[in-house]
Protein backbone atom coordinates (compact mmCIF):
# COMPACT_ATOMS: atom_id res chain seq x y z
CA UNK A 1 0.00 0.00 0.00
CA UNK A 2 1.36 3.60 -0.82
CA UNK A 3 2.13 5.30 2.38
CA UNK A 4 0.83 9.10 3.42
CA UNK A 5 1.44 11.74 0.97
CA UNK A 6 1.40 15.41 1.89
CA UNK A 7 1.76 18.03 -0.63
CA UNK A 8 3.42 20.32 -1.26
CA UNK A 9 6.70 19.50 0.39
CA UNK A 10 7.74 22.68 0.58
CA UNK A 11 5.97 26.03 0.34
CA UNK A 12 7.06 29.67 1.20
CA UNK A 13 4.53 32.48 1.77
CA UNK A 14 4.64 35.99 3.36
CA UNK A 15 2.91 37.40 6.38
CA UNK A 16 -0.73 37.64 5.84
CA UNK A 17 -1.14 35.07 3.31
CA UNK A 18 -3.43 32.04 3.60
CA UNK A 19 -2.15 28.75 2.71
CA UNK A 20 -3.77 25.21 1.86
CA UNK A 21 -1.87 22.15 2.58
CA UNK A 22 -3.05 18.83 1.55
CA UNK A 23 -3.01 14.87 3.05
CA UNK A 24 -3.66 11.68 1.26
CA UNK A 25 -4.01 8.59 3.91
CA UNK A 26 -2.96 5.48 3.20
CA UNK A 27 -6.08 3.48 1.33
CA UNK A 28 -8.68 2.39 3.39
CA UNK A 29 -7.93 4.85 6.24
CA UNK A 30 -10.79 6.65 7.31
CA UNK A 31 -8.86 9.36 9.76
CA UNK A 32 -6.88 12.06 9.11
CA UNK A 33 -4.90 14.02 12.08
CA UNK A 34 -2.99 17.00 11.47
CA UNK A 35 0.47 18.45 13.69
CA UNK A 36 2.52 21.15 13.51
CA UNK A 37 6.27 20.58 14.59
CA UNK A 38 8.81 22.91 15.29
CA UNK A 39 11.94 23.25 17.47
CA UNK A 40 10.54 25.30 20.42
CA UNK A 41 7.01 23.77 21.00
CA UNK A 42 7.53 20.10 19.80
CA UNK A 43 4.79 18.33 18.40
CA UNK A 44 1.62 19.52 19.21
CA UNK A 45 -1.73 18.40 17.93
CA UNK A 46 -3.93 20.64 15.83
CA UNK A 47 -7.01 18.42 14.56
CA UNK A 48 -8.39 15.18 13.07
CA UNK A 49 -10.77 14.75 10.65
CA UNK A 50 -13.34 11.18 10.72
CA UNK A 51 -15.87 10.72 8.02
CA UNK A 52 -15.72 13.99 6.83
CA UNK A 53 -16.51 15.73 10.08
CA UNK A 54 -13.61 17.20 12.54
CA UNK A 55 -13.74 14.89 15.63
CA UNK A 56 -11.12 16.33 17.69
CA UNK A 57 -8.95 19.79 17.75
CA UNK A 58 -5.92 20.93 19.65
CA UNK A 59 -5.56 24.46 21.03
CA UNK A 60 -4.94 26.20 18.04
CA UNK A 61 -6.20 29.74 17.07
CA UNK A 62 -9.22 29.58 14.53
CA UNK A 63 -6.95 30.67 11.98
CA UNK A 64 -6.12 26.83 11.59
CA UNK A 65 -8.91 25.01 9.86
CA UNK A 66 -9.18 22.29 7.89
CA UNK A 67 -11.67 19.53 6.08
CA UNK A 68 -11.96 16.15 4.68
CA UNK A 69 -13.26 14.96 1.77
CA UNK A 70 -15.55 12.08 0.81
CA UNK A 71 -12.37 10.07 -0.22
CA UNK A 72 -10.92 11.10 2.99
CA UNK A 73 -8.22 13.55 1.59
CA UNK A 74 -7.98 16.11 4.10
CA UNK A 75 -6.87 20.16 3.62
CA UNK A 76 -5.64 21.89 6.07
CA UNK A 77 -5.88 26.18 5.54
CA UNK A 78 -3.72 28.86 7.99
CA UNK A 79 -4.80 32.39 6.81
CA UNK A 80 -3.77 35.66 8.04
CA UNK A 81 0.08 33.86 8.04
CA UNK A 82 2.58 34.90 11.01
CA UNK A 83 5.78 34.47 11.21
CA UNK A 84 5.08 32.13 14.29
CA UNK A 85 3.15 29.39 11.76
CA UNK A 86 6.93 29.02 10.04
CA UNK A 87 7.19 24.93 10.88
CA UNK A 88 6.40 21.64 9.89
CA UNK A 89 3.59 20.00 9.07
CA UNK A 90 2.62 16.59 9.49
CA UNK A 91 -0.56 14.51 8.58
CA UNK A 92 -1.14 10.89 10.03
CA UNK A 93 -3.62 8.37 9.34
CA UNK A 94 -5.23 5.58 10.81
CA UNK A 95 -8.26 3.37 10.26
CA UNK A 96 -10.19 5.17 12.53
CA UNK A 97 -10.39 3.84 15.51
CA UNK A 98 -8.93 5.81 18.13
CA UNK A 99 -6.63 3.08 19.26
CA UNK A 100 -5.29 2.34 15.71
CA UNK A 101 -1.88 3.42 15.30
CA UNK A 102 -1.37 6.69 13.49
CA UNK A 103 1.02 6.35 10.37
CA UNK A 104 2.68 9.72 9.11
CA UNK A 105 3.37 10.97 5.79
CA UNK A 106 6.63 13.28 4.89
CA UNK A 107 5.01 16.39 6.41
CA UNK A 108 4.95 20.03 4.31
CA UNK A 109 7.59 22.38 5.14
CA UNK A 110 5.72 26.12 5.25
CA UNK A 111 8.17 29.35 5.73
CA UNK A 112 6.33 32.45 6.68
CA UNK A 113 8.56 35.57 5.85
CA UNK B 1 -1.54 18.88 31.60
CA UNK B 2 -0.77 15.24 30.71
CA UNK B 3 2.68 15.00 29.22
CA UNK B 4 5.25 12.69 28.05
CA UNK B 5 9.42 13.97 29.42
CA UNK B 6 12.14 12.98 27.12
CA UNK B 7 14.65 14.54 29.83
CA UNK B 8 17.81 13.70 27.68
CA UNK B 9 18.56 15.97 24.08
CA UNK B 10 21.51 13.81 22.65
CA UNK B 11 22.58 10.61 23.04
CA UNK B 12 25.32 8.75 20.83
CA UNK B 13 26.49 5.11 21.03
CA UNK B 14 28.90 2.93 18.91
CA UNK B 15 27.51 1.04 15.80
CA UNK B 16 26.83 -2.44 17.49
CA UNK B 17 26.53 -1.74 20.38
CA UNK B 18 23.57 -0.94 22.82
CA UNK B 19 21.55 2.71 23.81
CA UNK B 20 18.22 2.97 25.72
CA UNK B 21 16.65 6.25 25.44
CA UNK B 22 14.34 7.22 28.41
CA UNK B 23 10.52 8.60 28.56
CA UNK B 24 8.30 9.01 31.28
CA UNK B 25 4.54 9.94 30.92
CA UNK B 26 1.78 11.50 33.03
CA UNK B 27 -1.80 9.86 32.49
CA UNK B 28 -4.97 9.83 34.43
CA UNK B 29 -6.83 7.74 31.70
CA UNK B 30 -6.18 3.94 32.22
CA UNK B 31 -6.63 2.93 28.70
CA UNK B 32 -3.63 4.48 26.73
CA UNK B 33 -1.27 3.35 24.47
CA UNK B 34 2.48 4.09 24.25
CA UNK B 35 4.96 5.16 21.08
CA UNK B 36 8.36 5.19 19.72
CA UNK B 37 8.62 7.12 16.35
CA UNK B 38 11.63 7.59 14.66
CA UNK B 39 12.22 10.66 12.71
CA UNK B 40 15.42 10.77 10.70
CA UNK B 41 16.62 13.76 8.42
CA UNK B 42 14.41 13.07 5.62
CA UNK B 43 11.46 13.91 8.18
CA UNK B 44 9.29 11.25 7.56
CA UNK B 45 7.92 9.94 11.15
CA UNK B 46 8.56 6.48 11.64
CA UNK B 47 6.63 4.29 13.65
CA UNK B 48 9.25 1.87 15.79
CA UNK B 49 7.10 0.39 18.58
CA UNK B 50 3.95 0.23 20.04
CA UNK B 51 3.10 -0.93 23.78
CA UNK B 52 -0.54 -0.98 25.10
CA UNK B 53 -0.76 0.42 28.69
CA UNK B 54 -2.95 -3.23 30.02
CA UNK B 55 -0.70 -5.56 28.18
CA UNK B 56 2.27 -6.85 30.90
CA UNK B 57 4.53 -7.82 28.76
CA UNK B 58 7.22 -5.63 27.17
CA UNK B 59 6.50 -5.03 23.23
CA UNK B 60 9.58 -6.16 20.93
CA UNK B 61 10.11 -5.44 17.39
CA UNK B 62 13.74 -7.01 15.95
CA UNK B 63 16.76 -4.93 17.63
CA UNK B 64 14.03 -2.62 19.44
CA UNK B 65 12.14 -3.60 22.59
CA UNK B 66 10.76 -1.38 25.28
CA UNK B 67 11.04 -1.46 29.34
CA UNK B 68 7.59 -0.55 30.41
CA UNK B 69 7.10 0.39 34.04
CA UNK B 70 3.26 1.16 34.64
CA UNK B 71 3.96 1.87 38.09
CA UNK B 72 6.68 4.24 37.31
CA UNK B 73 5.21 5.40 34.04
CA UNK B 74 8.09 5.24 32.48
CA UNK B 75 8.56 3.53 29.01
CA UNK B 76 12.05 3.39 28.21
CA UNK B 77 12.81 2.07 24.22
CA UNK B 78 16.17 0.14 23.88
CA UNK B 79 18.28 -0.74 20.41
CA UNK B 80 20.28 -3.21 20.17
CA UNK B 81 23.05 -4.07 17.68
CA UNK B 82 22.92 -0.35 16.86
CA UNK B 83 22.96 0.83 13.50
CA UNK B 84 24.19 3.79 11.42
CA UNK B 85 20.58 3.99 10.00
CA UNK B 86 19.13 3.96 13.31
CA UNK B 87 20.65 7.64 14.05
CA UNK B 88 17.65 9.94 13.94
CA UNK B 89 15.56 12.37 16.60
CA UNK B 90 13.70 9.39 18.25
CA UNK B 91 9.67 10.84 20.10
CA UNK B 92 7.97 9.36 22.86
CA UNK B 93 4.25 9.50 22.17
CA UNK B 94 0.85 8.75 24.22
CA UNK B 95 -2.45 7.78 22.59
CA UNK B 96 -5.41 7.57 24.88
CA UNK B 97 -8.61 5.25 24.22
CA UNK B 98 -10.60 8.40 24.29
CA UNK B 99 -9.55 10.27 20.86
CA UNK B 100 -6.70 9.56 18.12
CA UNK B 101 -4.42 12.67 19.54
CA UNK B 102 -0.77 11.54 20.09
CA UNK B 103 1.19 13.49 23.01
CA UNK B 104 4.60 13.63 22.01
CA UNK B 105 7.36 14.14 24.07
CA UNK B 106 10.35 16.70 23.42
CA UNK B 107 12.61 14.26 21.75
CA UNK B 108 15.94 12.82 21.76
CA UNK B 109 18.56 13.07 19.02
CA UNK B 110 20.64 9.69 18.14
CA UNK B 111 23.84 9.68 16.70
CA UNK B 112 25.53 6.43 15.98
CA UNK B 113 29.44 6.38 15.73
CA UNK B 114 31.14 4.09 13.28
Known amino acids: KAGVTQTPRYLIKTRGQQVTLSCSPI?????VSWYQQTPGQGLQFLFEYFSETQRNKGNFPGRFSGRQFSNSRSEMNVSTLELGDSALYLC????????????FGPGTRLTVL | AQTVTQSQPEMSVQEAETVTLSCTYDTSESDYYLFWYKQPPSRQMILVIR??????QNATENRFSVNFQKAAKSFSLKISDSQLGDAAMYFC???????????FGKGITLSVRP
Open chain 1, 27 to 31: SGHRS
Open chain 1, 92 to 103: ASNSGQVTDTQY
Open chain 2, 93 to 103: ARGTGANSKLT
Open chain 2, 51 to 56: QEAYKQ
